[in-house]
């Protein structure tokens, strides 16, 4: 109860994926951050399996917008962690611990939840929100505006990986 599935069978391998919408802005770390941090993580866990076709498990404070296409937007195969009884950063620390992987948000509960499952796989951002180009004719990045995630401590091996903007 309190699970949706999409297209998953008992023998396959979850990613966790903490996507968090309500206090930071509308999408959050966006789309494309969410996009590429679960491809990374599958790229890493086909390396061992070639045919895997891995299972995002959402935990999210926004579990309408994934059921309404976000979810769909960043893996082909998911399931939504949606029990109102239970508050998802609870059920990601516990839960999430069966996974193969975990995708986190800019959250210290989604670090919790890496930590303690003792995640050999992990994508975290490494900022707070999108790194977006800052107009120059150069094309790079203001990272100043785009605060680096020192809210998350780094821990050796885990995947740092940009923002990109939405756009």
């Known amino acids: 109860r309190g699970v949706e599935a999409n297209g998953h069978d008992a023998s396959t391998q979850f ?4 996507v968090r919408l309500g206090d930071r802005g ?3 770390l966006g789309l494309p951050y969410y996009r590429s941090a679960v491809r990374a993580v599958e790229h890493r866990l086909r390396a061992s399996r070639p045919s895997l076709r891995p299972v995002c498990a959402f935990f999210s404070d926004g579990a309408a917008a994934l059921r309404d296409g976000l979810g769909a937007e960043i893996c082909e195969r998911y399931m939504i962690f949606d029990d109102a009884r239970v508050r998802d950063d609870v059920a990601l620390m516990v839960m999430a611990t069966c996974c193969s992987g975990i995708v986190i948000s800019a959250s210290t509960f989604s670090w919790w939840a890496a930590v303690l499952g003792a995640y050999r796989l992990v994508a975290a951002p490494r900022t707070m929100e999108p790194e977006c180009p800052d107009g120059s004719e150069s094309g790079t990045l203001d990272i100043g505006a785009a605060r680096a995630n020192f809210t998350l401590g780094a821990v050796s091996g885990w995947m ?3 923002v990109p903007c939405a756009g």
Do not use: E, K, S
């Open 160 to 162: 740092w990986l940009r």
């Open 15 to 18: 990613i966790a994926v903490h």
């Open 26 to 28: 509308p999408g959050g």
